[in-house]
Each structure stands twice: as structure tokens, then as C-alpha cells.
């Protein structure tokens, strides 16, 4: 293969296959639950920004899982609008790329804060006399960052193995953003290397992670009712709960969309799934997180009666 076959100048992407009309009712529907996103997500964090009260681990993995929605949103969100209202919905090639990279970076990312969460709330119940000393700054600090850099590295394997590929012929990706299996489609040369690095990276990123927060949310429940309080006893349900739900959300959208047998109509059933990562998942975690959660409540009022008060 020659070099401008491999690096081919732009790609296609079809979107979603509607009317006119329907396609500007989307882009209106769409935009609302972006702003909800970005709104959302940036109240969680100007609360843990301002109320010392949410200064603790729990928050501060919060704080970056609000980080990691709004940047997954505005990677996926903003040229499928675009290309909602265009005649050509044409992606350049390495912008094609990087967004590749990105979606896979952050939703990797999101994964492993998931976990690190879901590990703060086990110590928290289960080892609540050593949880300062086992959730202590410096080691939230290092948890954190090596959910960052953990995740870049397992995107760039992927992105390095996309590029060593030959592109030719055919360039409409049939979705709205350049998702990792729908590009790989467009390729002319075996993907066996590919697919087999995804379903490995799944397993190790999805299935392994998942397996430890089931574990960790057995313990926790079992030591939740052994509470006597009851009060205490519904304070930690409903923080376990928000949880339990964003991730229920999350692993389980990601493992049928990368694991599961495909069905009759796969590129549908990927566009559907990769809505609930780019626009619901992100749109729903802050108010998951807001209405069930009395800490953050109690914030919001903290905050608004420190503004009247001035």
C-alpha cells in the first residue's frame, strides 16, 4: 500500500440516516442535554470547589469523574451536532484520530475512577478507623493520576495499531463520531490484531474492574447492615446506591457494546450505546449524584445562603 492510501484526506461520517426535519429536531434535543451536561458536571465541581465540607477522597474522585464527562461530552458532542445541520459531514483524517484516541482515553479513564470510588466507599464502611490513613491526599493523588495515565496508554495502543493499518476505497464511517470499531471497518488489511488487542483491553478494563466493585459492594452491604443506626444505616445506602447506579450505567452500556454477541443491525445498535457514553451517561451522573445525595444537597443550600447573605 502506498503512503496516500494509508493516510487518506478526510472520512465520511453518516450520522444518523434521517430526514431533514429529524435531524434538526436531534441536533435542538441534542444541544439541550450537552448544556445539562456541562452544567451539571460544572456545578458538582464548583460545590467541591467551594464548600470545605466536600474537601474529602470521595469528592475529589467525584470531582474528576465530572471532569472526565464534560471532556468526553465535548469530544464526541460538538461535531455531531455540526454534522447534524451539514451537507458534507466530513472529518480530516488525523482530527479523525485524535477523537479516537480522546473516546477511548476518557471512557478508559472513567473506567478505572469508577473503581477508585467504588474502593473509597469499601474503606470508608468496611475500615471506617483506618480511612484516614488509607485514603490519605498523597495516595488519592497517585490513585488518580494513574487513572489518568493508565488510560491515556491503553488509547494510544489502540490509536498506534489503527495507524499501521492501510486506508483505501471506501471512507464513510457509519456513525457520528470516529469510533474505534467503526473505523476499523474502513480498513483494507486484516483487523484480527486489532479486535483481539479491544476484547483483551475489555476484559482487562471492563470485566476486571467490574468483578472488584461487585466484591467491594458485597462487603459494603453486609457491613452496611450491621449498622445500628438507622440513620447511619441510610446515609451509606444512599451514597453506595448513586454509585451503584452510575456504574450499572456505564459497564453495563460498554461490555454489550464491546463484548456482547453483535445483533442484526450492529452499527445502529453502536450509535444507540455510544449516545448513552457521549450524552446521557454524562447528563445523567451529576443528577444521580445531586438528587440521592444529601452531602450535596446540603452544599447547594450551604452555597446559596452564602450568596444571600452578601
Known sequence: MTENQTWVPEFILQGFLLSPQMQMLLCGLFSLFYIFTLLGNGVILGLIWLDCRLHTPMYFFLSHLAIVDISYATNNVPKMLANLLAKKKSISFAPCIMQTFLYMAFAHTECLILVMMSYDRYVAICQPLQYSVIMAWKVCTIMAVASWTCGSLLALVHVVLILRLPFCGHHEINHFFCEILSVLKLAC??????????????????????????????????????????????????????????????????????????????????????LFYSLFNPMLNPLIYSLRNTEVKGAVKRVLWKQRSR
Open 189 to 274: 488489511a486484516d483487523t484480527t490484531l486489532n479486535q483481539i488487542v479491544i476484547f483483551a483491553a475489555s476484559v482487562l478494563i471492563l470485566v476486571g474492574p467490574l468483578c472488584f466493585v461487585l466484591v467491594s459492594y458485597t462487603r459494603i452491604l453486609t457491613a452496611i447492615l450491621r449498622i445500628q443506626s438507622g440513620e447511619g444505616r441510610r446515609k451509606a445506602f444512599s451514597t453506595c446506591s448513586s454509585h451503584l447506579c452510575v456504574v450499572g450505567l456505564f459497564f453495563g452500556s460498554a461490555i454489550v457494546m464491546y463484548m456482547a454477541p453483535k445483533t442484526q443491525h450492529p452499527e445502529t445498535q453502536q450509535k444507540i450505546l455510544s
